[in-house]
């Protein structure tokens, strides 16, 4: 299999992104994207008047090129985000099947502490992969969690 190019595995967080922004909107929560590359957030989420503010990460996975999320050692130092971080794994679905994205949503805090507890801590690995039966059944509890973000919902 070829190596897929870089622009095109960057289309790929870009959808995830899009994906999030609109559920999200769908839901009435306030949100933008953040320019690229913003201290490893993707997405500002906010009340309107300021009084909730909440930063999302976004990690995409194209099932044509991967059947896992991607994640690093150095997130293992998620386990000391503050509350209103947050982390949202899209699986954007084959094209070919037409599928719709899945979403996975949990606090960074909480994925932190699922990078510590993966298979490659402690080696020189720097993969932390979350392969999709893992997150069918270990991870279960988060997909669709789109109730964490019920403090910036409008009042």
């Not at 994207?33 to 913003?38: A, D, G, K, R, S």
């Not at 037409?98 to 507890?117: D, F, H, L, Q």
């Amino acid at each position: 299999m070829a190596r897929t190019p870089q622009w095109i595995k960057n289309l790929g967080g870009h959808a995830g992104e899009l994906y999030v922004a609109a559920e999200l909107s769908k839901r009435g929560i306030p949100n933008a994207l953040l320019p690229e590359n913003f201290s490893d957030d993707d997405i500002l989420i906010a009340q309107k008047d300021g009084s909730e503010i909440g930063y999302i990460q976004v990690k995409s996975c194209h099932p044509n090129r991967s059947d896992s999320f991607i994640l690093r050692y150095t997130e293992e130092e998620w386990t000391k985000a503050k509350s209103n971080e947050y982390v949202v794994l899209v699986y954007l679905g084959t094209p070919e099947e037409n599928e719709s994205p899945r979403y996975w949503i949990t606090t960074k805090k909480k994925m932190g502490k699922a990078c510590v507890e993966h298979g490659a801590h402690g080696t020189k690995n720097w993969e932390r992969r979350f392969w999709m039966k893992t997150m069918e059944s270990d991870y279960k509890k988060w997909e669709n969690n789109w109730g964490l973000f019920k403090k910036y919902l409008p009042k």
